[in-house]
């Protein structure tokens, strides 16, 4: 089992910058991928990034790509999601996710049924 715990959601205005952590505890966490998903309102949870087991290999949603940066610290069992210039349709709730970094592939990274262990999310609210 492997526990994750997310934390520094909040609300911020556009344009700002939030960094979002995410604790695991429980199994080697550096034996697994790691992905952040956001889910809004009505809609389905979509990727926004990962990153592979080892930190070396690092997936982005088109929507977020050069805006957030995904890494993680091995030595701490945390991954982090830096967002900045943060816009009103990035409002959502957050959550981390992990998978066994076994057969990592961009296209593994992106689904979220290829998850094996989820937070419970922190909420991201994006004003004008």
């Known amino acids: 089992q492997v526990q994750l715990v997310e934390s520094g959601g909040g609300l911020v205005q556009a344009g700002g910058s939030l960094r979002l952590s995410c604790a695991a505890s429980?199994?080697?966490?550096?034996?697994?991928?790691m992905g952040w998903f956001q889910q809004a309102p009505g809609k389905e949870r979509e990727f926004v990034a990962g990153?592979?087991?080892?930190?070396?290999?690092?997936y982005y949603a088109d929507s977020v790509e050069g805006r957030f940066t995904i890494s993680r610290d091995n030595a701490k069992n945390t991954v982090y999601l830096q967002m900045n210039s943060l816009k009103p349709e990035d409002t959502a709730v957050y959550y981390c996710?992990?998978?066994?970094?076994?057969?990592?592939?961009?296209?593994?990274?992106?689904?979220?049924?290829?998850?094996?262990?989820w937070g419970q999310g922190t909420q991201v609210t994006v004003s004008l």
């Open positions: 990153v592979a087991w080892s930190g070396a290999f690092t």
């Open positions: 429980g199994r080697t966490f550096s034996g697994y991928d």
């Open positions: 996710a992990a998978k066994i970094g076994l057969h990592t592939t961009a296209q593994s990274m992106g689904v979220p049924a290829a998850y094996a262990y």
